[in-house]
């Protein structure tokens, strides 16, 4: 009768017919086991222990079949079911009419089955299907009810805080759960950690109403047993898809209609920013490949796409989206970590020093030096996404500290990593043995008058005014000047490679601190006399074929060739002219070599070479050559 909509009339019949007939057939029992007594002459303790274990069985079984009606009855009309529960106080709610029974219950035989029945509540709803308000509502009352029967804490409302009430849910409570306790059959058993009453299972269900009533509120409604199996079962991959999918709904309905929630306060937007960044991040750190268009990498873009327009000015956004390009760029390189481990975008947020993975690239992939353009730009997009080295935020590359504002941070920032990631093509280049590549970046990249730089980025300018030193560029510039290859460029001669060194070395001079100088120095002068030592053989070789050219007897007039012509007399004069000149200009060189050189000669004579050699530097040269002099 409970199925016809009637809920009170089968409170009623619970109340009137049931009770007094369980507790009837229990006192009928007692008085037919009685009577059996007295006819039988004997009776043992054990006849007595079966009799009650008898009549125990029999009203277990009977209230069993009233709790498996209930929980049926939630599966088809959860509404009737909730309401015979909230209304019917369980097996000690019974109506006599008038007529007492002759004994009372025992306490813990009544305790026992009044647990048994608010498990029964428990488990209806959990079988629970629908997903309308008034079902989560009818669910709560559920659960008042439960805990009123029982004496435990009551849950709050669904407005109110449950952060209190949560605090009786523990990490063991959680690991007991398992799917088989879902099971329909499983429901009423008593081990069944979800149904059994006490404050843990109370706080779960609680918890899980409420998720249901803001789904349900954000138009994402869902079942509670569907909800449930996703909090307690579901794969973490799983429970992020699904709150993607509903914070993809918050922004829509809020602003199409303000009044979504009437009993909620909306959900601040910097709560719904840190909770979308972390479901992005999420699905980032467990990535396997850094390519924006597999896995958790793209699933972490799509998100962030989702709700670009809505924190379009977001500093956190700008700055996710930076990892994601820089991830994304690195996809296209071969990198392995340390004892081969496989690289991971995670590593990336892990590591202390970000920029140095882009070393690893330049060190596991051939000619990758190459594409410095490319690498400066994940160099840079790591900076934006504010994952440069701890130790050197505001720092410069010397250690000193530098008071800019966070606009003036970034920069410098991305200054630095483009210096920097430059220093690293550069020793890369000169691994594989690419001097010219070396020589090119140093003079168009790291140059005081390099294109890439401003005029208050150049680090003679940064010297003269004394903001920062610039570690790098010198340093770079003395790497490759005192770098020995074992073969030339097929298009450049060896005198040329080693005026190239000087002019590096030169540019080193003006870059370094005083106290690097000499060191600096002592390279210079090695590599001048290696070109001293060439020029002069050259000269000698030069000399040998000139002097076997001009070996003819100009006396006699006549040429060894057959028809050949005599010199002039103006040919005669130039030949005998020209190695006078050539052995005045030896003799200078043997009187330089001879003659011992200061520090300040060399630096001065390093600076003119550059000068000379390569572009004007004349003021940055007057600043950095007067403090050699003092």
């Known amino acids: 009768r409970a199925g016809t909509g009637e809920p009170n009339q089968s409170v009623r019949d619970l109340r009137g017919i049931v009770g007094p007939w369980v507790y009837g057939e229990k006192s009928r029992k007692r008085r037919k086991t009685h009577h059996d007594r007295r006819r039988s002459s004997i009776t043992t303790p054990r006849t007595h222990e079966r009799s009650a274990e008898s009549e125990e069985k029999g009203r277990h079984s009977a209230w069993s079949d009233v709790n498996e009606w209930i929980v049926d009855l939630a599966l088809r009309e959860f509404a009737a079911a909730a309401d015979v529960v909230e209304h019917w106080d369980g097996p000690n709610d019974v109506d006599y009419d008038g007529f007492s029974d002759d004994e009372e219950l025992d306490h813990d035989i009544h305790g026992l089955l009044v647990q048994r029945y608010a498990q029964a509540g428990l488990a209806a709803i959990h079988v629970a299907s629908g997903t309308s308000t008034s079902t989560f509502e009818k669910a709560h009352c559920i659960l008042k009810k439960v805990a009123r029967l029982l004496g435990l804490q009551e849950p709050p409302e669904f407005e109110k805080s449950q952060n209190v009430y949560t605090s009786t849910l523990s990490k063991d409570y959680l690991d007991k759960l398992s799917e088989i306790h879902l099971l329909h059959n499983a429901l009423l058993r008593p081990e069944n950690p979800l149904t059994f009453p006490d404050n843990p299972s109370l706080a779960f269900a609680s918890l899980v109403l409420r998720s249901c009533s803001l789904l349900q509120k954000l138009g994402y409604p869902r079942a509670y047993r569907a909800t449930a199996k996703l909090a307690a079962f579901g794969r973490r991959e799983e429970q992020l898809e699904e ?247 097929p298009s450049q001669s060896s005198a040329r490679r080693l005026e190239q060194r000087l002019e590096l070395l030169s540019l080193a001079l003006l870059l370094a601190p005083s106290s690097q100088l000499a060191e600096i120095l002592q390279v210079w002068r090695a590599v001048e006399s290696d070109l001293t030592s060439l020029l002069a053989r050259e000269a000698a070789e030069e000399d040998r074929w000139n002097s076997k050219g001009d070996g003819s007897k100009p006396s006699t007039g006549s040429s060894n060739l057959p028809g050949g012509f005599a010199p002039s007399t103006a040919d005669t004069d130039q030949v005998a002219n020209r190695k006078p000149r050539r052995q005045s200009r030896a003799t200078a060189a043997a009187a330089n070599e001879e003659a011992p050189m200061g520090l300040f000669d060399v630096a001065r004579g390093a600076a003119q070479a550059f000068s000379k050699n390569a572009f004007p530097l004349r003021g940055a040269l007057s600043a950095t050559t007067s403090p050699v002099e003092g």
């Not at 829509?252 to 929630?261: E, I, K």
């Not at 699933?299 to 809505?310: G, Y």
């Open 243 to 489: 709150l993607h999918k509903t914070l993809q709904k918050v922004p829509v309905r809020t602003r199409d209609n303000g009044s979504w929630a009437e009993d909620q306060h909306p959900i601040p937007e910097d709560t719904v920013e840190k909770t979308v960044l972390n479901v992005a991040m999420s699905f980032y750190d467990g990535a396997s490949n850094g390519n924006r268009t597999r896995g958790g990498i793209r699933k972490a873009s799509e998100i962030l796409a989702a709700f670009h327009s809505h924190f379009a000015e977001s500093k956190s956004f700008s700055e996710a989206n930076a990892l994601i390009a820089a991830t994304h760029s690195m996809s296209f390189y071969s990198l392995t970590l340390q004892h081969v481990v496989p690289f991971q975008p995670v590593n990336i947020r892990a590591s202390k020093d970000p920029l140095s993975l882009v070393g690893r690239i330049l060190e596991q992939n051939p000619r990758s030096y190459t594409k410095l353009d490319d690498m400066i730009e994940i160099g840079q997009s790591l900076v934006r996404a504010g994952l440069e080295p701890s130790e050197t935020r505001g720092v410069s590359s010397t250690g000193k500290s530098q008071p800019l504002d966070r606009s003036q941070h970034q920069d410098h920032n991305l200054l630095e990593s483009s210096r920097r990631i430059t220093s690293m093509a550069i020793e890369a280049s000169l691994s594989e043995g690419d001097f010219d590549t070396a020589y090119s970046y140093i003079i168009n990249r790291l140059s005081p008058t390099a294109p890439g730089l401003s005029k208050d980025h150049s680090p003679s300018q940064q010297n003269q005014e004394g903001t920062t030193e610039d570690d790098i560029s010198w340093r770079s510039a003395y790497l490759a000047g005192r770098a020995t290859l074992s073969k030339s460029s």
